[in-house]
């Protein structure tokens, strides 16, 4: 079947001179300068009466209606967006029936979505159509090329796709325009006309580019559901993640039994209504990213983003972009623009952790910051105003870095405004227990077991321990105690606590049944070699060994070395670097 339209068809059985001298005027008017021979032009047709006053074009109309097309294509409904492009398509190809047929995901099948004209009723939205059954809208699909049908088509192609449900003519004015956008086909679009004259070439060029045009609308519109849907479920699982966090943040405040913690709870009150930045200090594993949680929740942002970033693990030729973003072609391998942990927390909260480990020229462009409350990206050839919290957490001792030259003086003093400092679990005691069960049961999810109480002989022996990794370090203990234990009952064998006057890594090689705690602790297992008396770098450079050959050589995240050592990551690298020691040991 040729797939060449001509500009005229050939003479129909059916032909209504009348009607088909309208649809001709009309196809004409609206192609001006584009009249097929034989039919009427715009020049005969303008000493009318009609063409006197000044009007809109159906040209011009159309534009428009294309134009509004895309403008309603993330914004109007699926259905309206169609009822919406048929309308308009009305001005360039007259019908009597329009029809947007999807392709179902078989990739064989074509199932209305939407209808309009005179003919348009129940049977034709019910209407099925298989792509084996009707060769030519195969092929239009295909080539992607919108065909009028002539009479033959009719009378010896593959037929009329709306035999028993329309009674069509022979050779009345149909067309399909397939809806293909990039490398996806979406469906076709069909239009029918009782009356036997077929469509213009001209006509049938511009409706195939504005079913283009539907297409791209229509999958701008999925896309946007989709990214809407994706939004959402995004939402759902922040939401969780932050119902995860407040039992540990209850205990950490509010649900506090420690003196030092309800006095830090009363700061936090007092301060979180304002902007002020807070400078968060503690120990490694006190939970400075939960407290600032906790002053977020506690503002009138609580509402809006909460954005944390480690300075201290990112690489600092990328930490500027990190947090300040770029702008496309800025360097090499800026390919787009990208937002930056600044503007992400527009309006709400942002978290420096490990504030002492940012770079001196970073601390002068957030000092700026601060100041001006303005943001450039980089290769941005202008500030953005911005509306962010900022908040630094670090365990690092500022005032003898700022004494060291490691950390600017006047950037101390901006964010240490209202510090606030959260003591070491081992002054705090009073909450083992409360401590114990919020973690048990974040653990849940992730160990998949559940049930698990810490016994009174358990809670002594935790009490007895010096916690050097506070609350991270008490997590460690339970999640290995729960996946190593035969029983729900964790008592001081299971959490693998070592005795008064023994080492962690003694109790820990106990636990996991290796020979890393007898090295680590008593010196039983150890070589002869190992066991003499030694330096205290070469004690420490065996010890960081170790734990490396423990971690399979990974520095970084839950249960690295980075963690089990209690330093940060970029503290570790310079040890190891310092005493010779690689990954692999």
Partial sequence: MSVNVPEVAPSFRCIDMSVSRGQTSLMATTLPGLGAPG?????????????????????HESTRDLA?????????????LLRRGLEG??????????????????????RPRATKGLLASELVRQHRLSLDDFPSLKEALETRRARAFLEDDHAHGDGDPFDGVLD?????????????????????????RRECVSYPAPVVDLVEVYARILALAIKSHEQA??????????????????????AREDTLLGASRSPLMKTLARRVEQVASASTPVLLLGETGTGKERLAMAVHRASPRRDKAFVAVNCAAIPRDLLESELFGHVRGAFSGASRDRLGRFKSAHGGTLLLDEIGELPLELQAKLLRVLQSGEVQA?????????????????????????????????????????PLSLPPLRD????????VVAILAELEPRTGKRGFVVTDAGLRALAQHRWPGNVRELANVLERATLVATGTRLGPTELGLPLEGASLGASLGASLGTGLGASLGTGQGVSSAEAELVSLAENERRHLVRVLAHTGGRLYGEGGAAEILGLPPTTLQSRMKKLGVGRKG
């Fill in 378 to 418: 980089v290769g941005a050839d202008r500030p953005q105003k911005l509306d962010v919290r900022v908040l630094a957490a670090t365990h690092v001792d500022l005032e003898k870095a700022v004494a060291a030259g490691r950390f600017r003086e006047d950037l101390y003093y901006r964010l240490a405004v209202f």
């Fill in 168 to 192: 069509l003519p022979h050779g009345h004015a149909c067309m399909v325009a397939p809806l293909a956008a990039g490398d996806d086909v979406l469906g076709v679009l069909t239009l029918d």
């Fill in 39 to 59: 039919l009427s032009s715009p020049a005969s047709l303008s000493a009318g009466p009609e063409q006197s006053g000044p009007s809109e074009s159906p040209t």
């Fill in 89 to 110: 398509l009305a001005r360039l190809a007259p019908y009597e029936l329009a029809v947007v047929f999807s392709l179902e995901p078989d990739g064989r099948t074509l």
């Fill in 225 to 246: 559901r989709r990214l809407a849907a994706l939004g959402q479920e995004a939402l759902e699982h922040a939401r969780a993640l932050e119902e995860q966090m407040t």
């Fill in 68 to 80: 509004e097309l895309a403008r309603a294509a993330t914004d109007a409904p699926l259905d309206e």
């Fill in 428 to 435: 705090r005691l009073e909450d083992l227990p409360g401590l």
